[in-house]
């Protein structure tokens, strides 16, 4: 069975910083593309950032240049370091994991099979 934990998430200002953890267990992460995902009230879940089998990353406009996708295969875990945080980035934030080894990055949540909780992250100004 595929599991998906996120952590890290919780309250704070504007301008502070979060790291958010994802820990796959049921398959393993080496070489599969990941993402991270968020989704506010009242809104679409949108793609915040993806890392591909090789390490390359890709992000969404609005948070190139804040937010760092990183993983650890070894570890079967994906990280999001989430830095200079703004209200507007306050959503619920899901890891998901790519079965078929697709090539490249994608911030389509259709590219993607299984799907963590979510860890809820809320920014104050």
């Known amino acids: 069975q595929v599991q998906l934990v996120e952590s890290g998430g919780g309250s704070v200002q504007a301008g502070g910083s979060l790291r958010l953890s994802c820990v796959v267990s049921?398959?393993?992460?080496?070489?599969?593309?990941m993402g991270w995902f968020r989704q506010a009230p009242g809104k679409e879940r949108e793609g915040v950032a993806a890392i591909d089998g090789d390490g390359s990353p890709d992000y969404a406009a609005s948070v190139k240049g804040r937010f760092t996708i990183s993983r650890d295969d070894a570890k079967n875990s994906l990280y999001l370091q989430m830095n200079n945080l703004k209200p507007e980035d306050t959503a619920m934030y899901y890891c998901?994991?790519?079965?078929?080894?697709?090539?490249?990055?994608?911030?389509?949540?259709?590219?993607?099979?299984?799907w963590g909780q979510g860890t809820r992250v809320t920014v104050s100004s």
């Open positions: 049921g398959l393993s992460s080496s070489r599969r593309r």
């Open positions: 998901a994991v790519d079965w078929d080894y697709g090539l490249g990055t994608s911030l389509d949540s259709g590219a993607y099979d299984y």
